[in-house]
């Protein structure tokens, strides 16, 4: 059984008669669910995940004091704390007398500031092209239980990436894409560099793993979990074979080209007024084009890329 099923079970028959006998006041003041960090939280948990961050537990998250008191709070955490420590044979760790916590009780402030900078989950444009998309993706993850008054589930619906946060984001990674795969690769092997190819190959997938993150409007997750990612979008199964074997060395430069036919393609579907090239460093400079925002389409084309 998955994560996020144990984790719902845990609340139905362990948490929720509690919040109803002890915390009626506060049950619709809450929200309840998993989540944030972990791969339970993206579905992707298996059995070598128990190794390690792994137990029965569920998030209740609080509004503001004005609504939920800290005295509440803490009477909750000692609720939560006197829960079974053993669920479906699997033991629950204690919780932390300072904090930092992954399951109980969480403020919903601490939570939106911790994956994405903001208390109130407001985000500015520039909010957008600053931040890390493996912290979007934790922060839109997981499944909400109960949300009464959706006062959590509301931010959640408004983390949807802008237009053109999203096409500048896509203009870079298909700018590396050619830059490092189209152009590099190939002029490290004549150098005589295989080492500096190989990184070359392994920034233009990096880069494919975004852009293929971006056009399918998807939060690309921490790097570890991005293949397992791409092969639940459409196409990714074919896309990471693609890319997996690039990161081998074979047929490289045959498998780069192909990529990009892919992306690019999918590029057009989204947005029909784009040219029809594989050229990835004109494709990205006309994705640059379309952003309407001028302060940002005049940013460096590179402006949100990581490398």
């Known amino acids: 059984m998955k994560g996020l099923e144990i984790a719902r079970a845990y609340w139905r028959e362990a948490g929720l008669p509690v919040m109803e006998r002890d915390f009626p006041r506060l049950l619709p003041k809450v929200a309840i669910g998993l989540a944030g960090a972990g791969s339970e939280c993206l579905g992707f948990d298996d059995a070598l995940s128990r190794d390690h961050d792994f137990e029965p537990g569920f998030c209740i998250f609080l509004p503001g004091e004005d609504v939920v008191s800290r005295r509440e709070e803490f009477l909750l955490e000692r609720a939560y704390a ?90 870079g990674a298909f700018f590396l894409m050619g830059q490092a795969g189209q152009y590099n690769v190939s002029r490290c092997l004549a150098h005589g560099e295989p080492g500096a190819a190989a990184l070359a190959a392994s920034l233009f997938v990096r880069a494919a793993l975004s852009a293929a993150h971006l056009l399918a409007g998807r939060f690309q ?87």
């Open 221 to 307: 997750p921490y790097y570890k979990w991005a293949f397992r990612s791409l092969r639940t979008l459409p196409g990714g199964e074919a896309l990471a074979g693609e890319l997996e074997a690039i990161l081998a060395g074979d047929g490289v430069a045959e498998r780069i080209e192909r990529v990009c036919e892919t992306l690019s393609q999918s590029a057009r579907a989204r947005d029909g007024a784009l040219p029809e090239t594989a050229e990835m460093e004109r494709l990205a400079r006309a994705v640059n084009d379309r952003i309407r925002t001028e302060e940002i389409r005049n940013l460096h084309i590179l402006y949100t890329v990581r490398e």
């Open 82 to 171: 006197k829960l079974p420590g053993e669920f479906m044979g699997l033991k629950r760790s204690r919780l932390s007398p300072v904090g930092g916590n992954r399951h109980g009780p969480i403020r919903a402030a601490r939570f939106w500031e911790e994956h994405l900078g903001v208390p109130d989950g407001e985000l500015s444009l520039f909010d957008w092209l600053h931040l890390p998309d493996y912290a979007l993706a934790e922060a839109a993850g997981g499944e909400i239980f109960r949300d009464d008054s959706g006062f959590f589930t509301r931010v959640r619906e408004r983390l949807v990436c802008p237009p053109d946060a999203v096409n500048k984001k896509l203009a």
